[in-house]
């Protein structure tokens, strides 16, 4: 096998990575100009030996996400394969819209809806509230990332809703955006 | 194999002796699984109790019985009162520990299992009672010349009353529930026109954690250490204690991270802290373990906060530094057994500290991180004890606290208990969700925590919006060791047969057994 280049996510940015020499045990890349070899041995399903430069790490790994959740040297990196069309590292704040690129205010965590501010037609401000999500019994509230229109509700109180689904859709206001 | 059994036995101060034998958990997860060590240490047998999702969590496998006892959902399961009594009742058990958390502070379960004639592990109804209601307690501690901290006397609901307290009291305020505990209900509050949405959501959130909705103010102490007292009362009259854990890092006023000693304590502050904790302790009639809590303002006066009437998640550290095992204390305190040593007979040794691990996400605002936990290694090695209720496999949901484990380390003084932490936490694998681990690395490492210059705010102060800074090196090996994955014909996405390990009878080849 030749070179090859591939793309990778973490913390937000690509990383082009160029595959040098894909043998079995030698690993070598070349990632921002700077390349690196590296031995390594699979150890069993989620962990390997890796040594680089005469320093022994122990890696464990596992598929996440449609790439990999990568523990090495107490450092915990997911890192995502770019041409999945996921990205890295989910932004940070309460709601992820922004990360999708629409209007979709989703649950940041599984939890129940405990008190719903907002009724469908109805104008908001950038940062006003949206709904409480009460999880392991604390309250999280869900404001709006910019100015708009609430266009549809999926969820009422007391519903339970999980991980990443839909709660609110909602119609942005300025005109950058996809309204 | 058949194991000796034997029992604790005491007598208590009307003269009755209490034999336990067999003792019921009513609590899932790492302090399940403490207690349980510490009834097998004693002789004595243990039937936990557990809801439809935790049938194989480790609290379970580690009991000797144990019961169902409802859907996962808690008010149908951990603190279904009826449904354990009944199954405390059904296994024949003397007692029941009911760790943090769920049912630990209720006062009416412990009255109702001294009304079934089972011994609650814990201090007695009443003085639960009287600690579990904030108000009651600060005006109790304060007839006995404790210092509390400036804030309402009475219990108020009118918004007109309230708003007037408030203006007296003075902003920055904080909005407590009365039933509280681990920061829930609890709110900072700058201004007037933030006070009624606070009030409200304070409300609503000690209503679900505690079924008493009752908040109170007080005056909000800029830049405070957390610093607790533990206590150790037996049913005859004598309380000692067993110094003091600073508590200071909190996120969402929940701790994440204690140690004992305080480095704001000398010895004169220390043993006036010691003997105002017990002074406290007799003054609301307590028995059994309980902690009392204190805030340190930056001049070094102390506040009364409140007391914890439980054994609390960061037992260990005090367990580590005075080498008392405070759960088989407890134990034999509720058996009505005395003391065994004197105040003067508890001398602290060296440093140690905990750290708390969530299932949470540092980077999103600790907010909490749910999925199946695809590998578990915990850290091992001198003077690093791991505490944890997770194994593979497990799926951590959203219906219970999310503590996955507590990583506590001893060492001869704070500097190289922090140089051990680090290297504890290094070795600590958690995949499949996001854990602060990475996030507590780095705060142990950096300066003003080293200094000990701590206060209840610093996570804020310097960690707000954090994010991981791995090393160049690492990072871009992370990406070599994604791309060789990438390039293994089947990833690591190997078929779950494969996990397995096979047994040396496999591996062993042609091998002939000489007897």
Known sequence: MGDMVKKYRYAGEDTPIEIRNPSPETFTVTIENHTLTARIEPISAQRLKLEHQGNIFTVYAIPKDGGYQIFLDGHVFTILPRDSGKTGVKEAGPVRQETFGDNLIEAPMPGRILKLFVREGQRVAAEERLFILEAMKMENEVRAPRAGVIKKIHFGENQLVSLGQTVIEMVFLESDGDS | ?515
């Not at chain 2, 049912?103 to 109702?112: I, M, P, W």
């Not at chain 2, 600690?131 to 804030?151: E, F, M, S, Y």
């Open chain 2, 1 to 515: 194999m058949k194991r000796t059994r034997s029992s604790v036995t005491g007598r208590s101060l009307r003269g009755s002796t209490h034999r336990i034998e067999r003792l019921l958990i009513a609590n899932r997860g790492e302090i399940a699984r403490r207690v349980i060590q510490a009834c097998k240490e004693l002789g004595i047998e243990t039937v936990a109790v557990y809801s439809e999702v935790d049938r194989h969590a480790p609290h379970v496998l580690d009991a000797d019985r144990a019961v169902e006892i409802g859907p996962a959902p808690p008010t149908e399961s951990y603190l279904n009162m009826d449904r354990i009594i009944e199954a405390a009742k059904q296994t024949r058990c003397q007692a029941i520990h009911p760790g943090y958390g769920f049912l630990a502070e209720n006062a009416e379960f412990a009255r109702r299992c001294k009304a079934e004639g089972l011994i609650f592990i814990g201090p007695g109804p009443e003085a639960m009672a009287l600690v579990g209601d904030k108000l009651k307690a600060r005006q109790t501690v304060a007839t006995a010349g404790v210092p509390i901290i400036p804030g309402m006397e009475s219990r108020a609901t009118d918004a007109a009353a309230i708003q007037a307290i408030a203006d007296e009291i003075g902003f920055p305020i904080m909005i407590k529930a009365a039933a509280g505990g681990g920061g829930k209900g609890m709110r900072i509050v700058r201004d007037m026109q933030e006070l009624q949405p606070a009030l409200e959501a304070g409300r609503r959130e000690a209503q679900a954690a505690f079924g008493d909705d009752t908040v109170y103010l007080e005056k909000f102490i800029e830049r405070p250490r957390h610093v607790e007292v533990q206590v150790l009362a037996d049913q005859h009259g004598n309380v000692v204690h067993l110094f003091e854990r600073e508590c200071s890092i909190q996120r969402r006023h929940q701790k994440i991270i204690e140690e004992s000693p305080s480095l704001a304590l000398d010895d004169t502050l220390r043993q006036t802290m010691g003997l105002t904790a017990c002074r406290v302790m007799q003054a609301v009639g307590y028995t059994n373990a309980g902690t009392v809590e204190f805030l340190l303002d930056p001049d070094k006066n102390f506040y009364f906060l409140e007391v914890n009437a439980r054994i609390q998640v960061e037992h260990p550290v005090t367990e580590m530094v005075t080498g008392i095992d405070l759960v088989k204390q407890q134990i034999r305190i509720a058996a009505g057994e005395p003391l065994p040593f004197s105040q003067a007979q508890i001398q602290p040794k060296g440093h140690a500290i905990e750290c708390r691990i969530y299932a949470e996400d540092p980077e999103n605002q600790f907010l909490p991180s749910i999925g199946k936990l695809e590998y578990v290694q915990e850290p091992q090695g001198a003077g690093i004890r791991c505490d944890s209720g997770i194994y593979p496999g497990m799926e951590v949901t959203h219906y219970y606290d999310p503590i996955l484990a507590k990583v506590v380390v001893w060492d001869e003084h704070r500097e190289a208990a922090i140089a051990k932490m680090i290297h504890a936490l290094s070795q600590y694998v958690i995949l499949g969700i996001q854990t602060p681990i990475p996030f507590l690395i780095e705060l142990l490492s950096h300066s003003e925590f080293r200094k000990g210059n701590l206060h209840t705010h610093f996570l804020e102060e310097h960690f707000s919006g954090w994010k991981p800074k791995p090393g160049e090196t690492i990072r871009r090996l992370a990406f070599l060791v994604a791309a060789y994955l990438d390039s293994r014909p089947r990833g690591i996405a190997v078929p779950a047969e494969e996990h397995r390990i096979p047994t040396p009878w496999e591996t062993l080849g042609n091998w002939e057994m000489l007897v």
